[in-house]
């Protein structure tokens, strides 16, 4: 049994979502020394898994679906963490303290912690195309690239240029529809984004650029244009919600005892001093654990730097940051050779890194952001500075 909130005692904690975050609040918890029941309830059938394979790997079958899972399955046992899995949540009772479930059934919580997730952005007249979020999504992708089919991809981003370059890896005739001038360009800008552009082009990708698709093209066809945080819910019960479910640096909603973690919330970020949602699952992994913890009763602020990476033909682009806008970017190395990064600042201060097969550059930036390292366009672009030293 775990003390919190004063005199109160909680013995139970439910958790809403199966997926990398509510997975990662269950450990959390566990970590902090919480002994009470916790039970996870997901939506999807399947043990909670690591999605980012399913644009890469899982594509391609180098990773089979036995190593898709977030740990082994006997570890929730070890850990006595109940899954209640392909079981929806409808409604949060908070006056009653509970979650009902689709079938009416009721289930109390002392604990509540929301991780539902996010949706797949809809296209209206792409109702029936592949929109690669879930395992049976890349289950029927990954036999249409098995088969050699054609294939039309909608939307450039993280998604549509993954799933590109692992359908010409298999040999498929690819087209790509984007309505911005370059892939990514959100996120990288249009420099860096013109060059992922031309990879794609010389691997063979007919990539149309500023271009709106026309929603009668020819199936099969994959539609990746963002994504929507799964806030219904949390909005049904009176609980903050702008752009996300609004939560503070450890996690805690508008509501006493109720709790969001991973990309359903905008959390605040003491970091970058502001409110930032982030759609990665690397991120979800490592703000629900802090979550999870701070549940049990053990708060610490989560100020890492968001993380993620991209496996596209033999180029592996590393990024750390939220997406927040910048004013200036500094290169270091001879940007299109790689090994090259590219450091993105705002007000003379670095906010964000992305490395063309310079992983080591981008960890160390990254520590270095987490540090708030005070450093110059100078040496960011000189390779003879060390990044490991810079605010110690």
């Not at 479930?101 to 797949?120: P, Q, Y």
């Not at 209206?124 to 879930?134: C, P, Q, T, V």
């Not at 910048?326 to 201060?349: I, M």
């Not at 490395?355 to 550059?361: C, S």
């Amino acid at each position: 049994m775990v003390v919190a909130a004063g005199a109160r005692a909680f013995t139970k904690a439910v958790i809403v979502g199966g997926g990398p975050a509510g997975d990662a609040v269950a450990a959390g918890l566990r970590d902090a020394g919480f002994r009470g029941e916790i039970l996870l309830v997901g939506a999807e059938p399947e043990f909670p898994y690591e999605r980012p394979h399913l644009s890469k790997g899982f594509l391609l079958g180098t990773v089979p679906l036995a190593r898709l899972g977030l740990r082994p399955r006997d570890q929730y046992h070890e850990l006595g963490i109940q899954l209640l899995l392909g079981v929806r949540v409808s409604e949060l009772d908070l006056e009653h303290r509970s979650v009902i479930l689709e079938s009416g059934h009721r289930i109390g919580w002392d604990l509540l912690c929301i991780a539902t997730g996010s949706s797949a952005r809809r296209l209206a007249g792409f109702e029936e195309s592949i929109y690669l979020r879930e395992l049976p999504d890349a289950v029927s992708l990954r036999a249409i690239l098995e088969r050699g089919e054609p294939l039309t991809v909608v939307g450039a981003g993280f998604i549509g240029c993954e799933v590109a370059a692992a359908a010409r890896r298999q040999g498929c005739s690819v087209t790509v529809f984007e309505a911005l001038a370059q892939p990514l360009q959100r996120v990288l800008g249009e420099e860096l984004g013109g060059y992922l552009a031309g990879v794609h082009r010389w691997r063979g990708v007919n990539l149309r650029l500023g271009t709106e698709p026309a929603p009668d093209l020819e199936p099969p066809v994959v539609v990746g244009v963002g994504s929507s945080p799964r806030t219904e819910l949390a909005a049904a019960a009176g609980i903050a919600v702008d752009a996300g479910i609004v939560v503070d640096e450890v996690g805690h909603t508008s509501v006493p005892d109720i709790f969001a973690a991973g990309d359903a919330t905008r959390f605040w970020s003491p970091l970058f001093e502001e409110r930032i949602r982030v759609e990665h699952f690397q991120t979800a992994q490592r703000q629900g654990f802090a979550v999870g913890r701070a549940m049990a009763g053990t708060p610490a602020p989560f100020v890492e730097a968001p993380w993620f990476w991209s496996d596209q033909y033999d180029v592996n682009l590393q990024y750390a940051g939220a997406g927040l806008a910048w004013d200036q970017t500094v290169t270091r190395g001879t940007f299109g050779q790689p090994p090259f990064s590219v450091f993105y600042l705002r007000q003379d201060s670095m906010i964000a890194v992305a490395g063309i097969n310079d992983r080591h550059t981008v960890a160390r930036a990254r520590h270095a952001m987490e540090r708030r390292a005070k450093l110059t366009p100078q040496e960011l672009a000189d390779p003879a500075f060390d990044l490991r030293k810079a605010g110690r």
